[in-house]
């Protein structure tokens, strides 16, 4: 019973050849199949799986940075609302994002042109993927425009402006949104619900 529940423990998540999920990460797989058994979203769920889970600490809580595959993304955000609700019920409360699990590739410098015949897709750029991460993080809220603001010291923080109408849903997790973003790009961002009048 002991290897059932460790392989279906992994049901959920598929990581790169020779490496095995940590014990968190097997932790999220298990709710997910667990959910998968035990609710409405069991059709949803059943294609569906993801690639790592991480924890961060965001102002003395715990938040929850789940990679899913590219290809699999829209499918996840027709359903986020509910899963992130369930997933934080779950584990009491922390605070739940669904990121994909992106690829950057470097810049080509003369050495590895010729290397790789094929051109960098631009959605495999720093600038891109860091953007990609920031519609996933604020999703369902759109993001209506952003400014970049330089720091007498050099630094840069990011301004985003958010689509005011998401307001009473994502208001609560904006501190979390901005840990996860410094945390995966090292990058400081700001969130705002701007009122634009015509």
Do not use: C, W
């Not at 290897?3 to 992994?10: E, F, I, P, Q, T």
């Not at 495999?124 to 720091?151: M, N, Q, Y």
């Amino acid at each position: 019973a002991i290897h059932k529940k460790m392989y279906s423990a992994r049901a959920k998540i598929v990581k790169p050849p020779g490496e095995k999920p940590d014990e968190f990460e097997s932790s999220i797989s298990q709710a997910l199949l667990e959910l998968e058994m035990n609710s409405d979203l069991k059709a949803q769920l059943r294609e569906l799986y993801i690639t790592a889970a991480k924890e961060i600490d965001v102002a003395g809580k715990k938040a929850i940075i789940v990679f899913v595959p590219v290809p699999q993304l829209r499918l996840y955000q027709k359903i986020q609302t509910r899963l992130v609700r369930e997933l934080e019920k779950k584990f009491s409360g922390k605070h739940v994002v669904f990121i994909a699990q992106r690829r950057i590739l470097p810049k080509p410098t003369r050495k590895t042109r010729r290397k790789n015949k094929q051109k960098r897709p631009i959605s495999r750029t720093l600038t891109s993927v860091h953007d990609a991460i920031l519609d996933d993080l604020t999703f369902p809220a759109e993001i209506v425009g952003k400014r970049i603001r330089i720091k007498l010291d050099g630094s840069r923080l990011i301004k985003v402006h958010l689509d005011k109408t998401q307001q009473t849903n994502i208001e609560h997790k904006l501190d979390t949104f901005g840990a996860v973003y410094k945390k995966l790009t090292g990058k400081d961002v700001n969130f705002e619900f701007p009122e634009y009048v015509l």
